[in-house]
């Protein structure tokens, strides 16, 4: 090999090393940050969240520099993955602080040790969510959303017909065919149905979803399957005017003046979900200080627009359209936390029993 | 009957055989010899149907072959490399065909087959343990199996080493004539299409330039590049040719191609010459000769004499080993 | 040490780096989460779990996995490989485009084309008479509509190399068309089929989404089982069944591949064929091609319109949104920066498993000296391949509770999620480069050898060249795998940079029209994008022979 071609050749090794660094993720992360400063006091939190968790930059940025720390936020799964993946981590936790498990998984988590206590300063109105049975303080709930039945109010007026009102009604002949809802297996909407049913009809839930899908109740997946596809006010204009949703979501199908769908407010559970210090963090100063943020006004504001729940906060003012469509239940139907955790492998046996058939 | 009238074909344009004019009669062997890219190989696969004639017609017994596609003509082909299929045994590569219609008595018959070419007892072994000669008389008793109305042989020699191809076209010769087979073979090799086609036909860039019996075309070739081809050492023109023709006993003539092997030191002989360079094979002695009035020539000579370079020699001339011309040829 | 055994610790010495990788991000991660479910409460209980296999469920479940996906690898090979004949071994205007294209589903997040397919086929849809929505037909639409591409590119690639004149020699000894096909070509096709056909089978029988979004819940398969025991009930035990039950089939059919893979003579001679330009006698082909093209073409198609649907009007407002956070702030990121992300991501994803399942392939075609060193070098075959079939859940808990302490502390590293991708994608990438470097002459590497060039020089000289194009088309599988994986990057920590299909599936989550129009648009942008680099890819036109 001449010098010089091996000269050509080394710049066209480097060029290539170059290129692919530039594409790569390898050397491309902040890998100094989150090493303690020169005091030891660690320099960045850690929220462990589900993959629905959404806050503005702006947001972040301020609480970084309010305290000084880097906020790394891990997002990954749904609720039931976040929860899991805490009890399986537990003790040696994959961060300092978690956002996202709901009252329908909260008891699993306590019973494994995931959360340290910490009684975070409540915003107004905030007690009426927290956790029955957590006593100790171990999980503040941030926000809280209520899965309700919706119906399409245009293609009901279309038909000259009512809409239903009740889960009883939802039986009813007249109505058949025209409900979509997600399963309770694969989608925590779908649990949260469950949940209503079973608080509504105690031990003969079974019977009633035997009628539910005699009357041709639609099983999907998740709710953007049964909402986007089947629902007749959805993104794919499906032919199903009754889906199950959010007391929200009606403030998403504005159409002229007016919401096109409402949601039937004797048929809602209420998820409500908190956030909590890890066991075992590394920065539980730092964990503590986050949940403090969710709760700060700034922070429960935002809650509709980015991630389409209330806060928990009373005083906070809503968006204008939440304000006027998006009506939470006065009175949601209730299971006990402790009873979901007992029962919900058993339930869900039963329902897919019962679905599938 | 195979007849091909005015068979042109091209790739993309650019022609690799232009009318083609051949008759093959039923039970004999017909040659194509032409060196690389003339257009042979394209020819061969034209009539097994493998490539869309551009002009021109393919007829069998007077039924023009277009449309018919290769699997119903009824024409077996032979590669240059067997491409017998390596899955395979040898005996189910043998009794490929006769499967595909169903025969009776399989098994018989490719043992026959096999005991044909020799590898009797081969059935079970797999192609990729065969040498290169056993996988071409694999693949001749695979296409023969097929009782193909003509048989399509693709260079089937080249492959293999100069001893075995002598040997493999003898028999090659031997089971044909002895099936009747009816067969076209493209080579390269004047002597591999001597040895065993009837017939033969000059192919040069895309066209045929002569065909007929194998020894009419030996013996009159059409010009000089096709004598050359055919294995004649080299061509003399005008005086040159009239003084090696007077020496055969014969009239002069405007150009003559002599073999290699027509000069031969003879005490008798009527030409003398000088040697240039003299080279032993195991059958005689070669040399090149300087003859006045001639030129440069080539002479064998007995292995038991001892021509010297630079030494006079003797030269009979062999009127059967010339291919004269009575009207001047066209140039080289 | 006798030589073989030398031979078979040198052989194992290559496979090292490869197989600490797929020890440390494989093989700890699932057998900790496997012996969660045997030592449940502390004492190691493997009746219970053994007691799950019993169960009634457990059997339909079982059931339903094999058949559907047997069903869903045949109908993707008998749809695929007419496909691959047409796009590999003809030639008409556009043929590069559209093999480019055909890769595009195999990265569609199956949550987007779950919407699409079921617009289609749904109740109100225009297939929607057909009333197969919510079927086992829909499921296996769904699997053929993503596979059908991995048959077309693995047996394609061979395919075109194939010497065309075997088929002639059959053909001139009577052999049809079909008959040519039947006894020629697919039995000289048969590694690369059979390579195509497990790779599917595992694909088929891992699908996720397919199986819940088309089939409307009435069908579980093991791998949906999986998902629902770990991440919802947490019934580890129960998991851990049929984790072991699913590596039990895997293992099983892998060795059933593995012998059906072997040929006599693997020595095929592989020449660059000239295409042929389409005659009358392609038109069964043709039609399976157009079949296959109507299936695919028709997701894609409802997907394409509705990304340009807005309030009824058409228009692109749903794409010039991509480089906003979203109508309600429902994104983290903008979609351009996560296609950013995304390609980074891919791009070291395709890289490892490149060079990882170079390093595979070339072990396991050397030719063996010896029955034991054959053995291992199946083995070693067949160990890489076991990612695909393991479900995503129990990697993704398991890189939880296995990578938490020094010195593997590395769940939180942004390395894990294109690791985990490259996992996933080395089956394709060693199932594409196998066949084609077992049919590599190893008297060529001799014959290098002779002349003075030292074992590595030898591949380079012979089997670079060889494998150039194949190794092309795996960095595109690798590529696309990387760009599409859903299930196990939504499993890691994903930071404050989402992946495309992370972002997509946020999108189609919340409602508002306009995030139902922007995923749709991601999704089209996914898709798009993909197409592109397989084309750039298949231009690069590597200059075989030129090393």
């Known amino acids: ?357 | 009957m195979l007849s091909l009238r005015d068979v042109s074909v091209s790739y993309d344009g650019v022609p690799a055989v232009v009318d083609v004019d051949l008759e093959l009669p039923d039970g004999e062997v017909l040659a194509v010899l032409g060196p690389s890219g003339c257009g042979k190989s394209t020819l061969l696969r034209a009539v097994a149907g493998l490539e869309p004639l551009t002009s021109g017609s393919v007829s069998w017994d007077g039924a023009d072959l277009r449309g018919v596609p290769t699997h119903r003509r009824g024409f077996a082909l032979l590669f240059q490399d067997g491409q017998l299929f390596g899955h395979l045994t040898v005996a189910r590569n043998v009794g490929y065909a006769l499967r595909l219609r169903r025969a009776p008595n399989v098994r018989e018959r490719v043992a026959e087959l096999l005991e044909l070419v020799g590898l009797a007892g081969y059935g079970d072994r797999l192609p990729a343990t065969l040498s290169g000669g056993e996988r071409q008389r694999v693949a001749l008793a695979r296409a023969l199996a097929a009782e193909p109305r003509l048989l399509l042989l693709d260079e089937p020699l080249s492959a293999l080493d100069a001893g075995l191809r002598e040997r493999l076209a003898a028999d090659l010769r031997t089971i044909l004539r002895g099936a009747g087979t009816t067969a076209l073979m493209v080579t390269h090799d004047h002597e591999e299409a001597f040895t065993v086609a009837d017939r033969l036909a000059v192919m040069r860039a895309g066209g045929v330039v002569q065909d007929g019996p194998i020894a009419e075309v030996w013996r009159e070739p059409v010009d000089p590049e096709t004598a050359l081809f055919l294995g004649y050492a080299r061509v003399f023109r005008d005086d040159a040719a009239a003084a090696i023709l007077a020496a055969a006993g014969r009239p002069p003539a405007p150009a003559v191609a002599v073999r290699r092997s027509a000069l031969t030191v003879d005490a008798h002989g009527q030409l003398t010459g000088v040697v240039l360079s003299s080279r032993a094979t195991p059958e005689q002695i070669r040399l090149v000769v300087d003859v006045p009035g001639v030129g440069e020539a080539d002479a064998v000579a007995p292995l038991d004499s001892h021509p010297a370079v630079g030494q006079p020699a003797r030269l009979a001339v062999d009127s059967g080993r010339l291919a004269v011309w009575v009207t001047a040829p066209a140039p080289l | 040490m006798s030589p073989a055994v030398s031979r078979i610790a040198r052989l194992l010495g290559v496979a090292a780096i490869p197989l600490a990788i797929l020890g440390v991000f494989f093989a700890l991660p699932v057998v900790g989460m496997v012996s969660r479910g045997f030592w449940a409460d502390g004492t190691f209980d493997p009746g219970a779990v053994l007691g799950v296999l019993g169960r009634p469920r457990v059997h339909r479940v079982l059931w339903f996995t094999l058949w559907s996906a047997s069903l869903g690898t045949l109908l993707s090979l008998a749809l695929g490989l007419p496909a691959a004949h047409v796009l590999y071994r003809r030639r008409f205007p556009g043929v590069s485009v559209l093999r480019a294209a055909l890769l595009a589903p195999f990265v569609l997040p199956t949550v987007v084309v779950g919407v699409a397919f079921r617009q289609l086929v749904g109740e109100s849809g225009p297939l929607g008479f057909l009333g197969i929505d919510g079927s086992p037909i829909a499921i296996i639409a769904g699997l053929v509509f993503f596979n059908a591409s991995v048959v077309i590119r693995i047996v394609g690639g061979a395919w075109e190399s194939l010497d065309p004149r075997a088929g002639e020699a059959a053909a001139a000894l009577g052999a049809g068309p079909w008959q040519v096909l039947r006894t020629v070509t697919l039995p000289a096709l048969r590694p690369s089929l059979v390579s195509a056909a497990s790779v599917v089978f595992l694909f088929c029988a891992t699908a996720f989404g397919v199986v819940l979004t088309l089939g409307g819940l009435a069908y579980s398969s093991v791998e949906t089982e999986i998902y629902l025991l770990t991440a919802n009930l947490l019934d580890l035990q129960a998991a851990a069944a049929l984790s072991v039950l699913q590596l039990v089939v895997v293992t099983g059919l892998l060795l059933a591949a593995a012998r059906a893979r072997r040929t006599p003579d693997p020595a095929l001679s592989r020449i660059l064929a000239r295409p042929r330009r389409l005659s009358s006698g392609d038109l069964p082909a043709l039609g399976g091609t157009a079949l296959l093209g109507l299936l695919v073409a028709g997701p894609i198609l409802a997907l394409v319109a509705g990304s340009l649907r807005h309030d009824d009007a058409w228009t692109l407002a749903n794409y010039r949104a991509l480089a906003t956070t979203g109508e309600q702030q429902a994104l983290i990121a903008p979609v351009t920066d996560a296609l950013v992300t995304s390609l980074r991501t891919a791009f070291d994803a395709t890289w490892m498993s490149l060079l990882l399942g170079l390093t595979v392939a070339v072990v396991v075609t050397r030719r063996s000296r010896s029955v034991s060193e054959r053995r291992v070098r199946s083995v070693l075959d067949g160990v890489f391949m076991l990612p695909l079939g393991v479900s995503a859940v129990t990697l993704g808990f398991g890189f939880l509770i296995t990578l938490d302490r020094p010195p593997l502390d590395l769940r939180d590293s942004p390395l894990l999620v294109p690791i985990a991708q490259a996992l996933v994608a080395l089956p394709l990438v060693v199932r594409t480069l196998v066949p084609v470097l077992a049919g590599v002459d190893d008297r060529l590497r001799q014959a290098a050898a002779t002349l003075g060039a030292a074992p590595w020089r030898a591949s380079l000289t012979v089997d670079l060249p060889v494998v150039a194009r194949p190794l092309l088309a795996a960095a595109g599988f690798a590529f696309a795998v990387s760009l599409g994986e859903f299930g196990a990057t939504s499993f890691l920590a994903r930071d404050e940079h989402p992946t495309l299909p992370v972002v997509i599936f946020g999108l189609i989550g919340h409602p508002g029209p306009m995030n139902y129009g922007m995923a749709l648009a991601a999704s089209v942008v996914l898709a798009s994008t993909t197409a592109a680099v397989m084309l750039a890819v298949e231009r690069l036109h590597v200059p075989v022979g030129s090393f």
Request: charged content about 20%; aromatic content about 8%; some cysteine.
């Open chain 1, 1 to 357: 090999m001449t010098r010089a071609c091996r000269l050509y050749s080394s710049a066209l090794l480097t060029a290539a090393l170059l290129a692919l660094t530039a594409c790569s993720l390898v050397g491309g992360g902040d890998s100094s940050a989150g090493e303690p400063d020169a005091e030891g006091q660690p320099t960045k939190v850690v929220l462990v969240t589900h993959e629905s968790f959404a806050l503005p930059d702006k947001l972040v940025k301020q609480f970084e520099q309010d305290t000084g720390l880097d906020l790394v936020i891990r997002a990954s799964g749904d609720a039931g993955t976040l929860t899991n993946k805490l009890v399986l981590s537990a003790g040696n936790p994959q961060g300092d602080v978690a956002f996202g498990v709901d009252n329908t998984f909260a008891s699993r988590a306590l019973d494994n040790d995931v959360f340290a206590p910490y009684a975070a300063a409540m915003p107004a109105g905030a007690d009426a969510y927290a956790l029955p049975g957590d006593d100790d303080h171990r999980l503040a709930p941030v926000d809280n959303a209520s899965v309700c039945v919706n119906v399409d109010t245009t293609w009901f007026d279309k038909q000259g017909l009512a809409p239903p009102k009740s889960l009883d009604d939802l039986t009813d002949p007249a109505y058949q065919d025209l409900f979509v809802l997600p399963g309770a297996a694969t989608s925590s909407t779908g649990m949260a149905f469950l949940l209503a049913t079973i608080a509504e009809y105690g031990d003969a839930w079974p019977d009633y979803w035997t009628r539910l899908m005699d009357n041709g109740a639609k099983l999907t997946a998740g709710w953007s399957d049964a909402y986007e596809v089947d629902f007749t006010q959805g993104g794919g204009k499906g032919d199903r005017p009754i889906v199950l949703s959010y007391d929200s979501s009606p403030a998403f199908t504005i159409g002229g003046d007016t919401s096109t769908t409402r949601a039937l407010l004797d048929t809602c559970f209420r998820q409500v979900e908190y956030a909590g210090v890890l066991a075992g963090a590394d920065n539980p100063d730092g964990a503590q200080q986050v949940i403090d943020w969710l709760l700060s006004p700034e922070v429960q504001q935002q809650l509709p627009t980015s991630m389409y729940v209330f806060p928990v906060d009373s005083s906070v003012t809503l968006p204008a359209e939440w304000a006027k469509y998006a009506v939470p239940p006065a009175d949601p139907l209730t299971v006990d936390p402790a009873e979901i955790a007992k029962n919900r492998d058993e339930w869900l046996t039963t329902w897919s029993d019962v679905t599938s058939r």
